[in-house]
């Protein structure tokens, strides 16, 4: 590990000036390729104090040896510079945008005498056009099957079109009208290089103009009852429009724009392209890439610009990019794109109308993108084996923690007060072992004392299980099946004790899943709440399970009494699998703070009347309309709902005879007094709480309802 200050140039070498800067390693090759408007205050911030750099710029500065640096005249050239250099040395510490397959793109050699459709892949070819990309090969050949009955131009490869020359017959296109076989002299070059041009306009959505030319044909067809053509021109017209149809409408004032958007997180950034021609969606495509680098959205646009039109020209860069953070500064990166295209270019966020919400689909694509290779990556065994084993070597365990428990602790303001416990196993969730808790032993906000609270409770069920049952084969606990607590002070799992059993243990005499240990408790946050969950073990007496802390902000892992965070590299796969376990914690436990949240904004003043279950709370409403004229009634007409009895009465009567009526709740944008539901007596206009995509479709019990 090299120290920065070993290489840091001296005061006044760096100029005040624009400029492209390289950092090279010790073994000269260049890992990291930056540029500034100021070289001078750019890489002094490389040269601070290394406690003040974000990890991943700290592990950059002390792996490189040596920086250097070219000055530019304007920003611009700038930017074209970096983009050149990143190209030619291919950093590690850059950002790159990895693609796992090479998108198709219809394409048409001008450049040849007789020009040829076909689908093409990769690098492009100076004189060819080039119309997409697509996600598919099938999509081009449909669409080119449809257009070859209106423009006839040549698909056959090279040999082909000789061998058909020096025969004499045309191919098999050739014979059913879909080549207008220039191989065999039926046209000229010229007349089959307008085909092509007239096949070109039209994909660039100049498609009107065909359109009316043989509807006017098939008419002056009709008129001199030359049917047989008409009946061509008929069907000419039909395939354009099936086409046509292939690329539904997008945008009505028939744009031409790319939509760029971008779904990431603290590791990875996704980004997904629309390409809008003429108002159609011409084609789509996407990348994925690493965040090595501290990297805001506006530099991954900025990013993604750069490996879109670095090496595009003319049309291929279009009038309009909308995208949803501007790179900073804007004013460079759009006179490079207008550079790039040789007219005006708009680089800019949409905001309202039909370019907003197609840009919402394609941020849509972005997340998609993002959770499926989230996925795809997490169930790898390969990878899931290399994480754990990443872990237990950078944690110092003796072996990889094939169970990993995970604690967040979520509040509002110190209200509703939980917790949650996720489990993985073997590197996979086991939704049916997550755990929810309530905090009990204090009211307020401390987020400390509830990781205590919450540790203190989940093993000292472990410890009760432990001494009734004695340790269990390893082969035996590696087929528990669930369960909760059993006294109520967790949540989560199917309530015990039935059937005579006892409250840890399954009917068969088991042990259930919450009294098997993990090998590895993490805790979302820091040193504090590390050092709770650590002091919460060491009161219980258990010494044999691994704690440590994942705080969000820099990715650092916490160790118990150790005032330096472990810093895993930032391609680690262990820190990967660390991060969507807490992520997994974060969601569970805030999913549940606002259900219950929901729920006391939902009570209303039956629910303080005594023994009145759900049931005969609606049918009392049911009955009454509403709570007012509930209040309202005397003790006979309360017994007259089935189900009340004189006694229910009284205590209905009486409890909501000594509760204040509340105040009527008021919609602040129209000002309207809204009425009490009438199921429940609150306002009607009270939300629900989004639902929990782990237990929705659960029973209460299931759900693991607090007594």
């Not at 279009?318 to 005006?344: I, N, Y």
């Not at 365990?397 to 509002?412: F, G, K, Q, T, W």
């Not at 401390?446 to 009760?464: A, K, P, W």
């Amino acid at each position: 590990m090299a120290d920065p200050s070993s290489y840091r140039p001296k005061p006044g070498q760096i100029p005040d000036s624009p400029g492209v800067y390289r950092f090279r390693d010790e073994h000269r090759r260049v890992i990291y390729v930056g540029k500034a408007k100021s070289l001078r205050q750019r890489l002094a911030n490389y040269f601070q104090d290394l406690a003040g750099l974000h990890p991943r710029t700290r592990t950059m500065v002390t792996t490189a040896a040596s920086v250097e640096w070219t000055v530019v005249s304007t920003e611009v050239e700038a930017l074209q510079l970096e983009y050149s250099w990143i190209k030619e040395y291919d950093p590690r510490f850059n950002v790159k945008y990895r693609d796992d397959k090479s998108y198709p793109y219809l394409a048409v050699t001008m450049n040849e005498e007789f020009p040829r459709v076909q689908v093409m892949r990769g690098h492009k070819k100076k004189g060819v056009r080039y119309f997409g990309p697509y996600v598919h090969a099938w999509a081009i050949r449909d669409t080119v099957d449809l257009l070859l009955r209106v423009f006839p131009v040549r698909t056959c490869s090279a040999g082909v079109f000789k061998n058909a020359s020096r025969t004499g017959r045309p191919c098999l296109l050739g014979y059913i009208g879909k080549c207008s076989a220039p191989c065999v002299g039926r046209v000229s070059a010229e007349e089959h290089r307008e085909l092509a041009e007239d096949f070109c306009d039209f994909m660039t959505g100049r498609t009107g103009t065909y359109l009316r030319r043989l509807e006017r044909q098939m008419a002056e067809a009709a008129e001199e009852m030359e049917y047989e053509r008409a009946a061509r021109l008929r069907d000419d017209i039909e395939a354009l429009r099936k086409a046509m149809e292939k690329n539904a409408v997008v945008l009505a004032d028939a744009t031409d724009a790319d939509l760029i958007a971008v779904a990431e997180d603290e590791l990875e950034a996704a980004v997904q392209i629309f390409h809008v021609r003429g108002g159609r969606v011409r084609g789509q495509r996407g990348w994925v890439t690493d965040k090595v680098e501290e990297v805001t959205t506006g530099a991954l646009v900025e990013h993604a610009l750069q490996q879109l039109y670095g090496e595009e020209s003319g049309d291929a860069v279009p009038k309009e990019v909308l995208v949803p953070a501007l790179p900073e500064p804007v004013e460079p990166v759009q006179e490079w794109l207008t550079g790039r295209r040789g007219s005006q270019v708009s680089l800019r966020i949409p905001q309202r109308g039909d370019k907003r919400a197609l840009m919402e689909t394609v941020e849509r694509n972005a997340q998609q993108a993002l959770v499926l290779h989230k996925t795809k990556r997490a169930s790898d065994l390969t990878t899931r084996s290399r994480a754990l084993e990443e872990i237990a070597d950078a944690l110092e365990l003796d072996s990889a923690p094939l169970r990993i428990e995970c604690y967040d602790i979520s509040h509002l303001q110190g209200d509703d007060v939980v917790a949650s416990m996720v489990v993985f196993e073997d590197g996979l969730q086991r939704k049916g072992e997550y755990r929810r808790f309530q905090i009990k032993g204090f009211e307020g906000q401390d987020d400390v004392r509830s990781m205590h609270e919450v540790i203190t409770r989940r093993f000292r069920r472990y410890l009760v299980e432990k001494e009734r049952t004695g340790e269990w084969a390893e082969d035996t606990a590696g087929e528990q099946a669930g369960g909760s607590d059993g006294d109520g002070d967790v949540g989560g799992g199917v309530g015990g004790g039935t059937n005579g059993s006892h409250p840890l243990t399954e009917e068969d005499g088991r042990p259930k899943r919450f009294a098997y240990p993990p090998q590895l408790v993490v805790v979302d946050g820091g040193q504090p709440q590390v050092a709770a969950a650590k002091r919460a073990l060491d009161e219980l007496g258990i010494d044999d399970i691994a704690v440590c802390g994942l705080a969000k902000r820099l990715e650092e892992v916490w160790l118990p009494d150790q005032d330096d965070p472990v810093v895993l590299p930032r391609t680690s796969e262990g820190l990967y699998l660390l991060q969507r376990v807490r992520d997994e914690a974060h969601r569970f436990a805030i999913t549940y703070q606002r259900t219950k949240r929901a729920k006391r904004f939902r009570a209303g003043p039956l629910d303080d009347v005594p023994g009145l279950g759900e049931t005969r709370k609606q049918a009392l409403i049911k009955h009454f309309g509403s709570v007012k004229k509930l209040r309202s009634a005397t003790i006979d007409e309360i017994c007259e709902v089935q189900g009340i009895g004189r006694k229910t009465a009284e205590t209905i009567a009486v409890t909501l005879a000594q509760a204040a009526p509340a105040a009527p709740a008021v919609n602040t944008a129209t000002g309207e007094i809204m009425e009490e539901d009438h199921e429940t007596g609150a306002p009607e206009t009270t939300a629900d709480a989004p639902g929990d995509p782990v237990t929705a479709g659960v029973s209460d019990e299931r759900r693991g309802q607090e007594p």
